[in-house]
Nanobody
Framework: QVLLVESGGESVQSGGSLRLSCTAA????????LGWFRQAPGKEREAVAT???????RYADAVKGRFTISKDNAKNTLYLQMNSLRPEDTGKYYC?????????????WGQGTLVTVSS
């Protein structure tokens, strides 16, 4: 059973925008935290933005002011609006779910969607 499905990744030029979507199975969508992570080539995976069920939202310093995480409860969908994209935003973006606040110990992952930002 597929629990998280991401979409929206593509190649864009620096300064462009993208919106990633992650549709979740209901049991996963209602987890304590849903979040976006990314992994750049040759680097470790890092948290980009997390959205707790109680409404708390956190962003990595590198994306504050440029990225916005949001949820559509009617569609069981998590979004990541990415503006003013930079080449260093390139990577595979994953949606994840966790039983813990701030998506610690996330244990359900999507397959990822690739974002490439060219200069």
């Amino acid at each position: 059973q597929v629990l998280l499905v991401e979409s929206g990744g593509e190649s864009v030029q620096s300064g462009g925008s993208l919106r990633l979507s992650c549709t979740a199975a209901t049991a996963i969508y209602t987890r304590t935290c849903l979040g976006w992570f990314r992994q750049a080539p040759g680097k470790e995976r890092e948290a980009v933005a997390t959205h707790d069920r109680d409404g708390d939202i956190r962003y990595a310093d590198a994306v504050k002011g440029r990225f916005t995480i949001s949820k559509d409860n009617a569609k069981n969908t998590l979004y990541l609006q990415m503006n003013s994209l930079r080449p260093e935003d390139t990577g595979k973006y994953y949606c994840a779910a966790s039983h813990y606040f701030a998506c610690g110990a996330a244990d359900v992952w999507g397959q990822g969607t690739l974002v490439t930002v060219s200069s």
